[in-house]
């Protein structure tokens, strides 16, 4: 009797009616279950460990040494690490945001650095809000050159916007950065946008803002040369007025208040808006003038703003004759930040677009002095609030 108690428990996995032979149950039912489930355990266990281990690979000679790398097709190897630079409008089907760190080392040192060097989508810190048409583009770009920013492509107009898509969506405008370095976004419009300094200020209050500006007056003639250009783009052939008859009200002769490009243009109005939520130490205002003509300066100035060490330095740009603007000079195996990692800019695109930075048609002398005269009050009280004054005429 208990020589064959003995056998069935040990050689039957299958649980046996127990009424049988009278056995006690729990002996063989709990014992059998026990065996099965430790294999699967098992059995999760290595599958779990070898997609770890294929994820490791992938990353670390993916995107971690891709970020150090030439432009090169190791980067995009791995579908996991190449991220979608230009995945702005969706993000649908675009990689999980985390990806997993690589124990390489038990060092933990190097494990720490490691997990610095993981790729995810982050939040901005920094936020270029304004103003349209001064020299957002540069301001970006400039900044983007930094081994420790990664910037957004395109505006992602959150707040203003597509604010009802949520901070997921947001997240998932930004592109991929490691933990070392900081995410900003530019979108011109937040500057004038009425419910947007309260949002941001709802999103992350201690956020930095930045803003370019430039002489009011020319601001307001690029953004009329834009508004042309979108006129003519959306398959309008008349031609347009020029631009003296949109700024001057025919009747009176006096400033147009109500054109938008004028309206964009009283700096003053659209910061005090700001003010109300947020800190004048957290605002930098950048000179949209001297980023044309020693853009270095005002790189070192956003620099030390954002908290980082200094390398944007004279040495990165190169003065271009023919466009009078300075250009980034950009080995394709060039350690920065953002654009020029993973998505290398080719050679015709590391000047800004042909749009930028041009030269301006001529203004009526007369319209430019009643321009000159219309802004100086706006202008001044701007300098109050900002404690810096421009020269501005
Ligand atoms: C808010 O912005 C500050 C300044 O850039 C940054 O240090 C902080 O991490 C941000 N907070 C969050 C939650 O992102
Ligand atoms: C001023 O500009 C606004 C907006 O462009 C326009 O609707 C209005 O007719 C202009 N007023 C005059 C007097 O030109
Ligand atoms: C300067 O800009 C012009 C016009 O965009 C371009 O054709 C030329 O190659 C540029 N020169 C240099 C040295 O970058
Ligand atoms: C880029 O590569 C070239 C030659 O391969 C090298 O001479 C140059 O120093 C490199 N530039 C940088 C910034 O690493």
Same mark, same amino acid.
């Given at each position: 009797m208990v020589q064959k108690k003995h056998t069935m428990v040990r050689y039957s996995p299958v649980p046996s009616?127990?009424?049988?032979?009278?056995?006690?149950?729990p002996a063989r039912t709990s014992r059998c279950p026990k065996l099965t489930r430790y294999k699967v355990m098992t059995c999760v266990s290595v599958l779990v460990l070898s997609g770890v281990l294929l994820l490791v690979a992938c990353l670390h000679t993916g995107a971690l040494y891709g970020l150090r790398a030439s432009s090169g097709p190791a980067s995009r190897t791995c579908a996991l690490t190449?991220?979608?630079?230009?995945?702005?409008?969706?993000?649908?089907?675009?990689?999980?945001?985390s990806a997993v760190p690589l124990?390489?080392?038990?060092d933990k040192s190097s494990l720490a650095a490691a997990r610095r060097r993981v790729m995810q989508r982050r939040l901005p810190v920094?936020?270029?809000?304004g103003a349209r048409k001064a020299g957002t583009r540069a301001l970006l770009r400039f900044i983007g050159l930094h081994p420790d920013v990664v910037t957004s492509k395109?505006?992602?107009?959150y707040f203003d916007r597509?604010?009802?898509?949520g901070v997921d969506w947001y997240r998932r405008q930004m592109p991929f950065s490691t933990e070392s370095q900081v995410t900003i976004e530019k979108t011109p419009n937040y500057f004038v946008d009425k419910d947007t300094p309260e949002r941001v200020h709802l999103f992350n209050s201690s956020i930095k803002l930045m803003i370019i500006v430039r002489n009011p007056v020319e601001r307001t003639m690029s953004d009329y040369l834009q508004l042309k250009e979108k006129y003519f783009k959306s398959g309008n052939t008349e031609p347009m007025a020029p631009f003296e008859d949109y700024v001057? %009200?025919?009747?009176?002769?006096?400033?147009?208040?109500?054109?938008a490009p004028i309206k964009r243009s009283l700096y003053v109005r659209h910061l005090d808006r700001w003010l109300v939520h947020f800190q004048m130490s957290q605002i930098l205002v950048v000179d949209g003038e001297n980023i044309k003509v020693r853009p270095w300066e005002e790189m070192s100035r956003v620099e030390s703003f954002l908290g980082?060490?200094?390398?944007?330095?004279? %040495?990165?740009f190169v003065y271009n004759e023919t466009k009078g603007f300075y250009c980034v000079k950009v080995e394709a195996n060039m350690t920065t930040g953002?654009?020029?990692?993973l998505d290398p800019l080719p050679l015709s695109e590391?000047?800004?677009?042909?749009?930028?930075?041009r030269e301006h048609p001529y203004i009526d002398p007369e319209v430019r002095a009643k321009l000159v005269q219309f802004f100086a009050p706006f202008n001044h009280r701007f300098f109050q609030r900002i404690g810096v004054y421009f020269d501005w005429k």
């Open positions: 009616d127990p009424s049988q032979d009278g056995v006690p149950v190449a991220p979608d630079q230009t995945g702005h409008t969706t993000g649908k089907g675009s990689p999980a945001p124990p390489k080392s038990s920094a936020i270029v809000i395109r505006e992602p107009h597509y604010y009802e898509e001057v %009200d025919a009747e009176t002769g006096e400033i147009n208040k109500s054109y980082l060490s200094h390398k944007v330095g004279e %040495d990165l953002s654009d020029f990692v590391r000047c800004l677009a042909k749009s930028k930075g």
